[in-house]
Nanobody
Framework: QVQPVESGGGLVQPGGSLRLSCAAS????????MAWYRQAPGKQRELVAG???GYADSVKGRFTISRDNDKNTVYLQMNSLKPEDTAVYYC????????WGRGTLVTVSS
């Protein structure tokens, strides 16, 4: 069973950058429908960026979603990070095709 795995999170200061990766053991079907989500403490999971959805207003102009089809990997470049970007980040399709993984924790703090 294909299971995307997120990586690349960590602790970063406000204004810093991180690049998250979403790789899968097998071929990601419908990679065009992949998206990044996040869940902050005490809040519901929200869609952040997707190839078919665009970007949430809160990250527009700062985050960029991209993919490498040969590597079967989806990326999220995050720039100008803010404390409110602190969350666990997940990847999945816009249809929630795959089981949710463990995600990767991004902490933005000085």
């Amino acid at each position: 069973q294909v299971q995307p795995v997120e990586s690349g999170g960590g602790l970063v200061q406000p204004g810093g950058s991180l690049r998250l990766s979403c790789a899968a053991s097998g071929s990601i079907l419908n990679i065009n429908y992949m998206a990044w989500y996040r869940q902050a403490p005490g809040k519901q999971r929200e869609l952040v960026a997707g190839f078919t959805t665009g970007y949430a207003d809160s990250v527009k102009g700062r985050f960029t979603i991209s993919r490498d089809n040969d590597k079967n990997t989806v990326y999220l470049q995050m720039n100008s990070l803010k404390p409110e970007d602190t969350a666990v980040y997940y990847c999945n399709t816009v249809f929630h095709t795959y089981n949710w993984g463990r995600g990767t924790l991004v902490t933005v703090s000085s």
